[in-house]
């Protein structure tokens, strides 16, 4: 991409044009960012009366810590298959929804609401759904001779938290699919079919791999958002329960922070949290990205 | 190889629009056909109905014979070359012609021979490890018939493939694509709005319009024998002089002669038929003042305007001999060489 360069009159004005930006940059990331470091060399006492430096001790802690390592890979397992699963459904109604003329903008449309709803409210409306007492969801599973309950369940409780965070990202995923798969010029799909490729077989060796931009880019934002944005969802639905059967690693900063009141120690998780969503992003932007241009 | 038949096909888009009024075209085995028309005349509609990528509305299309309306695009053995070329973009040129072979199954020794053969007849050769996108229009352009030859099918059909190409690379593809057909012998159907593009091309050429065959004959007698005042007025460049017949007579002076008939409405003369002197031939003499000449190498476009009727009147002169602008010109047009056109129907009038 060509880049042009501006030249600007007064030397001021480009700092003065990017002042708000890197003022909200700085205010909400790097000072809250730069505190948390600060902090997770800290030790508080239980009555908040003192607090000592105790270097990376913190750290060190979380580290043989059971349940932090349980929450790293309850993490992973969540983050993963929630990616996989609502990119998923989210290409499957874009193709669907491709093949319509008239009725298309009536799909999207109905398919983007669900990414109106707060993270909380849809987790609420799931956990009714499920509810193992009064739920429809558990209700028809039931009937299917599956005994539905998260609330004892470690595996029932993931696939509900799992369903409900991909739900609310499908409809971002359908947008930006459906964008990519409208910006393959239709005379590819028609040289396929004419080249004897039936819609499956075109859908694999050219619509997808035409799609490969679209895909990366979505599965950097769903693993991001699957760590980070779902911190809602958890909270109105599981708590992280039961016996830490859910508690992501964003869950359990909160938990160990605000309510076991380890100021350190949370900070600490936050900081890896962060490390390794920065790591994530690097490593797919720097490796994947490669392979899938063309 | 084989021969495209269409008996009584008929295209109609949902809403009740037709595209393609019921029509029959018989195209012979190696003949190259070239369907030509201004945009919105349902040339492509109708090649893409051949290609199997329209339904047909009513009628038959018939590949080789056998009625193909209900095959898919792929069971109809034909290769189409797109307007925009339509490679696969995350293949390498190789692929992009394998591409039609390996999903037909054919065994691996066979697909390398035919790839050689095509990379040999086009002469892209060295490209054949790249990507669509570092390739050159033309090259693009290469690649695309390579994909349609390889497979060896029984037509070829072109969807306006030169119209993305820079005037000089046209001319130069337009003579591969004439030259290719001929060695291959394979049948063809060209679409292009192109007029030039179709006259030099075409074994027969089809002037469309409005969903309707205008004319169908060999490019020489489409350009001398023009069917209709549609199809006068599209072929030829510059364009035809259409003339009404009152306005001929007025600017002749009150008479036309005795072979102009009663029906006629309109009468047409090509600019390269009008002479500055009738040498003794009957003709008709009319005067005008030059308001326009455009240079064009070895001839010159001249544009006449007729103060009678305030018409403009285009006359091809070899060099510039003889005339100059804002000057008064009398010029002949043979009666030999005009074109007489029904008033109602628009048809030629012999």
């Known amino acids: 991409m060509q880049t042009k360069r501006v030249v600007f009159s007064n030397r001021g004005l480009p700092y003065a044009l990017l002042a708000p930006q890197l003022a909200i940059t700085f205010v909400f990331f790097l000072w809250p960012a730069g505190q948390a470091i600060w902090q997770s060399f800290l030790r508080e006492d239980a009555f908040g009366l003192k607090t000592s430096f105790v270097g990376v001790e913190n750290y060190l802690r979380l580290l043989r810590e059971p349940d932090y390592l349980n929450s790293l890979s309850v993490t992973g397992v969540f983050a993963v298959s929630t990616t996989v699963l609502s990119m998923g459904l989210a290409l499957l109604l874009a193709a669907a929804a491709d093949r319509m003329i008239r009725s298309r903008d009536a799909y999207t449309t109905l398919l983007v609401w669900p990414y109106a709803v707060a993270p909380a409210v849809a987790g609420v409306l799931w956990w009714f759904m499920f509810n193992p007492t009064i739920g429809i969801m558990s209700y028809l599973l039931e009937q299917l001779g599956y005994d539905w309950n998260h609330r004892l369940s470690g595996t029932d409780a993931m696939i509900m938290v799992v369903i409900v965070a991909a739900w609310k990202q499908i409809s971002y995923n359908f947008l930006f699919f459906l964008a990519g798969l409208q910006s393959i010029p239709h005379s590819l799909s028609e040289a396929a079919a004419i080249d004897g490729a039936g819609p499956v077989k075109r859908f694999f060796t050219v619509v997808l791999p035409l799609l490969s931009p679209t895909t990366f880019f979505l599965m950097v934002v769903n693993i991001v958002y699957a760590m980070f944005d779902t911190f809602g969802i958890i909270h109105a639905t599981t708590e992280g329960g039961p016996s830490q059967a859910t508690n992501i690693l964003v869950y359990k900063v909160f938990e160990d922070g605000f309510i076991g009141l380890n100021l350190g120690s949370s900070a600490a998780q936050s900081v890896i949290l962060m490390v390794i969503v920065i790591g994530l992003t690097v490593i797919q932007f720097r490796f994947v990205e490669r392979r899938v241009a063309y | ?350």
Request: contains cysteine; hydrophobic residues 40%.
């Open chain 2, 1 to 350: 190889m084989a021969a495209i038949d269409l008996a009584g096909v008929k295209k109609t888009y949902p809403g009740n629009v037709t595209a393609i009024h019921p029509l029959d075209l018989n195209i012979a085995d190696g003949e190259l056909l070239v369907l030509v028309g201004p945009s919105g005349c349902g040339k492509s509609t109708l090649l893409r109905m051949i290609a199997g990528l329209e339904t047909v509305t009513e009628g038959e299309v018939m590949i080789g014979g056998g009625p193909v309306n209900k095959r898919e695009p792929a069971e109809r053995d034909i290769a189409m070359v797109f307007q925009n070329y339509a490679l696969y973009p995350h293949m390498s040129v190789r692929g992009n012609l394998e591409y039609g072979l390996k999903n037909r199954g054919t065994p691996r020794a066979e697909i390398d021979a035919r790839v050689e053969e095509a990379a040999r007849i086009l002469e892209i050769g060295p490209f054949l490890e790249r990507k669509p996108r570092q390739l050159s229009g033309g090259q693009r352009q290469r690649v695309a018939m390579g994909r349609a030859i390889v497979r060896h099918p029984k037509a070829f059909l072109f969807d306006e493939p030169l119209s993305n190409l820079d005037a000089k690379l046209r001319g130069q593809m337009r003579v591969e694509i004439k030259r290719l057909q001929r060695s291959l012998n394979t049948t063809s159907v060209y679409v292009t709005h192109d007029q030039l593009e179709a006259m030099t091309l075409a074994d027969r050429v089809v002037v469309m319009n409005a969903g309707r065959i205008e004319q169908i004959g060999k490019p020489t007698e489409v350009y001398e024998r023009p069917a209709s005042l549609f199809v006068a007025g599209f072929v030829g460049s510059p364009p035809m002089n259409l003339f009404g017949t009152d306005e001929l007579k007025t600017e002749a002076g009150g008479s036309l002669p005795e072979s102009i008939g009663a029906n006629t409405g309109t009468i047409g003369i090509r600019p390269d038929a009008v002479t500055l002197s009738a040498n003794g031939n009957p003709a008709i003499a009319v005067t005008g003042t030059i308001e326009l000449i455009e240079p064009v190498g070895g001839e010159s476009h001249v544009y006449l305007r007729l103060p009678k009727t305030d018409r403009v009147m285009i006359l091809v002169v070899r060099g510039h001999e003889g005339v100059s602008l804002a000057a008064d010109l009398t010029v002949h047009l043979p009666v030999g060489a005009l074109h007489q056109f029904d008033a109602g129907t628009g048809r030629r009038i012999d």
